[in-house]
């Protein structure tokens, strides 16, 4: 509570009243970390599918980008890749923006600009 009101994001599998001191203490650092959701004690499964969420592996230099609604590791060797599409979609998003403040319909927008 106090993180959100100072507004400093920080995420987190739980929470707890008690403190770290006794019970965490780093082990290592700058180390590739593997989460598996079923190793984490969740039984996360794809909308429509049968199988299970992959594991993600985090390298040393790869980029965490989080906020409310969830969490993305984009690994260091896909940042320019990465970096592209995002600027691609925040034009579309620019352009999709102006053409419905122009008085162009929601649905005729997107599919002129989005393709859908």
């Given at each position: 509570m106090e993180h959100r009101e100072a507004q400093f994001p920080v995420f987190a599998r739980?929470?707890?009243?008690?403190?770290?001191?006794?019970?965490?203490r780093p082990s290592e650092l700058n180390v590739p970390l593997k989460f598996s959701p079923?190793?984490?004690?969740?039984?996360m499964v794809p909308?429509?599918?049968?199988?299970?969420?992959?594991?993600v592996l985090v390298r040393p230099?790869?980029?965490?980008?989080?906020?409310?609604?969830?969490v993305v590791v984009v690994p260091v060797d896909m940042m320019e890749k990465v970096k592209s599409i995002c600027k691609n979609g925040r034009e579309i998003d620019e352009a999709c923006k102006a053409a419905i403040i122009a008085g162009e319909g929601v649905a005729a927008t997107f599919k002129k600009y989005r393709g859908s």
């Amino acid at each position: 509570m106090e993180h959100r009101e100072a507004q400093f994001p920080v995420f987190a599998r739980g929470q707890s009243t008690l403190g770290q001191k006794p019970f965490t203490r780093p082990s290592e650092l700058n180390v590739p970390l593997k989460f598996s959701p079923t190793e984490l004690g969740l039984s996360m499964v794809p909308s429509g599918s049968g199988d299970e969420w992959p594991s993600v592996l985090v390298r040393p230099g790869d980029w965490i980008i989080a906020d409310q609604d969830g969490v993305v590791v984009v690994p260091v060797d896909m940042m320019e890749k990465v970096k592209s599409i995002c600027k691609n979609g925040r034009e579309i998003d620019e352009a999709c923006k102006a053409a419905i403040i122009a008085g162009e319909g929601v649905a005729a927008t997107f599919k002129k600009y989005r393709g859908s």
